[in-house]
């Protein structure tokens, strides 16, 4: 099962640097969006998948499985949302302002600076 997901990361970060390199605005955003995906998907990889009871420590438990990879994972995506949201705003302003999402049109020039 590891190397299946191990596999799937390295197709999101194979995609995710493909569409970061592009010129469009949008596909650096979707390109963001999935390289923040692939590093959940890491986390949770390389963590390890543990079976076990739920992780509250009673009398007799001897077998829980580990929270703290699944919080950070909960963290990130919660930060990865609001960094996409932040980025789609921006994008879309940038767009109304200059009438285009190709990051080469949007450099300046000499009397633009």
Known sequence: MEILMSI???????SAVYLMLSKSLLRVIIGTALLS???????????????GDAPV??????????????????????ISFGVTAFFLVLAYRAYQELGTDNMEEMKGNESND
């Open 57 to 78: 420590l009673m009398d007799g438990v001897t077998s829980y499985a580990d929270p703290l990879p699944q919080a950070l994972v909960l963290t990130a995506i919660v």
């Open 37 to 51: 995906h692939g590093a959940h998907l890491l986390l949770l990889t390389m963590s390890g998948l543990k079976r």
């Open 8 to 14: 799937v990361v390295g197709i999101l970060f194979t």
